[in-house]
């Protein structure tokens, strides 16, 4: 009995363990390609503020 309830806590440890570095490790990728995400959007944002401002006349003719 007593191997066995040393057992048990080993795999409850080993899992606690296991689950949280991949619970971490799935986080860290979600987080990388979400901030990758925000900064193509900002970089093609920047992109049409810069080409509205060398050119506003053409971009009003567009929107009306």
């Given at each position: 009995m ?51 401002k ?11």
């Open positions: 007593v191997r066995s309830v040393g057992w048990g806590y080993i795999r409850i440890m080993a899992g606690t363990i296991a689950g949280g570095s991949v619970g971490f490790y799935t986080m860290h990728r979600l987080e990388i390609s979400y901030k990758a995400k925000w900064d193509e959007r900002l970089r093609n944002y920047e992109e049409e503020l810069n080409k509205r060398q050119k506003p006349k053409d971009f009003e003719e567009e929107t009306l």
